[in-house]
């Protein structure tokens, strides 16, 4: 996904549903816990776990730029195919042109296709 150490992040909507083991990794990487939704400073990346009924995508990952670094980028993570509260592909793709960004492909985390993650930068 791109996170590098003592890389500082962002974590938006955690759940009991995440995945712990990708969060792990994440923080291993980093060398420190994920910042909490309520960090107010700037951040290298952003880790967005995103469900269908979340809202409107577009005006959170506008939200998460402001906060990014130059350089900085979004790892969106949704739920996999099997899910019900997946997140349509066309709906990130939506999301990111308006917000103007770019997306790698998913790939999915885990076990089970319970997660799927991609890179979002800004264009260039």
Same mark, same amino acid.
């Given at each position: 996904?791109?996170?590098?150490?003592?890389?500082?992040?962002?974590?938006?909507?955690?759940?009991?549903?995440?995945?712990?083991?990708?969060?792990?990794?994440?923080?291993?990487?980093?060398?420190?816990?994920?910042?909490?939704?309520?960090?107010? @400073?700037?951040?290298?990346?952003?880790? $967005?776990?995103?469900? %269908?009924? *979340?809202?409107?995508?577009?005006?959170? #990952? !506008?939200?998460?730029?402001?906060?990014?670094?130059?350089?900085?980028?979004?790892?969106?993570?949704?739920?996999?195919?099997?899910?019900?509260?997946?997140?349509?592909?066309?709906?990130?793709?939506?999301?990111?042109?308006?917000? @103007?960004?770019?997306?790698?492909?998913? $790939?999915?985390?885990? %076990?089970? *296709?319970?997660?799927?993650?991609?890179? #979002? !930068?800004?264009?260039?």
């Amino acid at each position: 996904m791109g996170f590098a150490h003592d890389q500082i992040v962002l974590e938006y909507g955690y759940d009991d549903d995440v995945d712990e083991a990708f969060r792990e990794q994440v923080q291993a990487v980093v060398g420190s816990a994920l910042e909490g939704e309520d960090y107010t @400073g700037v951040v290298d990346a952003v880790l $967005v776990w995103w469900r %269908e009924d *979340d809202g409107d995508l577009t005006d959170e #990952l !506008v939200d998460c730029l402001a906060l990014l670094e130059d350089g900085g980028f979004i790892a969106l993570v949704t739920p996999g195919a099997g899910r019900s509260d997946r997140v349509p592909a066309h709906d990130v793709q939506e999301a990111c042109n308006t917000a @103007g960004l770019t997306a790698s492909g998913a $790939v999915p985390l885990g %076990e089970g *296709d319970q997660w799927h993650a991609q890179r #979002l !930068v800004g264009r260039r």
